[in-house]
């Protein structure tokens, strides 16, 4: 009797593209792409502006409908998912400008993103009957976890415009997890912050994904990070994948140097 070595399994898939494209007005932004992301991987979608990079992240929160493909998430297949409906099935979603409410605390930030989780109606709540008191606490309760999560708890009360901008991000990927999300999409999350806060928000989000086993796609302009913090790297030019692999693999192929990180600064490049 000859044993075998057993055929190692293939890690669980949280998000599949398969054949998307997207037009605006007969132009192309996205074209037939397809690429898979693991559960508890970290997934990087690099390249140029107008690459076709946001455009992807508006399609996979039910943003935009895309002309043709489909979506796999959780293994259920999708043409679109309306924004709501994304979020209720546990995608979260942080954007390149703070989407915050500068004048509420930031605490009550957080919570907001609790809000579909909501199951005490407004008279409850006006009222003050015990179900609402419930929900609040709780609420309020799993706000605080999350911003332990990020050292933040010094600053709940505090509005949110006051403080550093490098804290309001943090601020918003904790309002983007309080709902603890199958899958993060944040749209470039170190854009506009000194060398110490890209190093900070970076830290943040390796910590996220390792304590927490969160599977993220990001868009990410710093290559040094991306190289870093990514366990996969999927490459863009003119809404075409260009190269889909691990960070070294992205790092050593020709097509991506001679076309893209070759010619660009880090600054610029992604």
């Known amino acids: 009797m000859t044993l075998e070595a057993p055929t190692p399994q293939q890690p669980d898939l949280v998000l599949e593209v398969s054949g998307v494209s997207l037009s605006f007005n007969g132009v192309k932004a996205i ?23 946001s455009s ?11 002309d043709q493909g489909e979506i796999v998430f959780a293994g259920e297949h999708f043409r679109r998912m309306h924004p709501l409906e994304a979020a209720r099935r546990g995608i979260g979603r942080g ?15 957080v919570i907001a993103g609790l809000s579909r989780r ?25 706000a605080r976890a999350v911003l332990a ?8 009360e505090t509005t949110v415009s006051s403080l550093p901008y490098g804290v309001q991000k943090k601020v918003e990927i904790a309002r983007a997890i309080v709902a603890e999300p199958k899958l993060l999409l944040l749209d ?27 599977t993220i796609v990001l868009i990410e302009h710093d290559i040094g990070i991306v190289l870093k913090l990514a366990h996969h790297v999927v490459v863009l030019d003119y809404g075409r994948k260009l190269a889909d692999g691990a960070p070294d693999t992205i790092r050593d192929n ?17």
């Open 31 to 53: 074209s037939d792409l397809s690429f898979k992301v693991a559960q508890g991987e970290i997934c990087a979608l690099i390249g140029p502006n107008g690459a076709g990079k």
């Open 188 to 214: 470039e999350p170190l854009a506009g912050m000194n060398a110490g806060e890209k190093q900070e928000i970076a830290a943040a989000i390796a910590r996220l994904n390792r304590d927490l086993g969160l």
């Open 149 to 156: 999560l990020f050292g933040l708890e010094a600053v709940a």
């Open 56 to 66: 992807l992240l508006n399609i996979l929160n039910g943003v935009y409908v895309p």
């Open 254 to 270: 020709p097509d991506v140097i001679a076309a893209y990180l070759g010619k660009q600064t880090s600054e610029r490049a992604a």
């Open 95 to 109: 954007f390149q400008n703070n989407a915050l409410f500068r004048g509420m605390s930031v605490i009550d930030n």
């Open 118 to 142: 909501q199951t005490a109606s407004l008279v409850e709540e006006a009222l003050l009957l015990p179900r609402a008191r419930r929900q609040e606490r709780a609420f309020r309760d799993r």
